[in-house]
Nanobody, 121 residues
């Protein structure tokens, strides 16, 4: 079983920064696209940013220019640097990864447990 372990959430004032990290644990797999989603109070889960294994990135319009996603393929890790945070960024942030298991070469979608980000003064 692949696990995605997240870290880095917390409380920050508007205009502040946070850095979220997510690492996949287990051997015998390769990871395609990794991404971060979020779900605010009373809202549906939405894509924040994603990055392919080759480094192609995609961002939600609401975070362009403020958030930056990166990954370390050797460590199976993805990071989301969040700057100029706003109150509307408050949400539970989830890491997602498309994992190809060597046992069958099929791709499976895995999710982290979620980490709370609260932007408030």
């Amino acid at each position: 079983q692949v696990q995605l372990v997240e870290s880095g959430g917390g409380l920050v004032q508007p205009g502040g920064s946070l850095r979220l990290s997510c690492a996949a644990t287990r051997s015998a797999f390769t990871i395609n696209t990794m991404g971060w989603y979020r779900q605010g109070p009373g809202k549906e889960r939405e894509l924040v940013a994603s990055i392919t294994r080759g480094g192609i990135t995609n961002y939600a319009d609401s975070v362009k220019g403020r958030f930056s996603i990166s990954r370390d393929n050797a460590k199976n890790m993805v990071t989301l640097q969040m700057n100029s945070l706003k109150a509307e960024d408050t949400a539970v942030y989830y890491c997602n990864a498309g994992v190809v298991l060597l046992r069958d070469l099929d791709e499976y979608s895995y999710w982290g447990q979620g980490t709370q980000v609260t932007v408030s003064s």
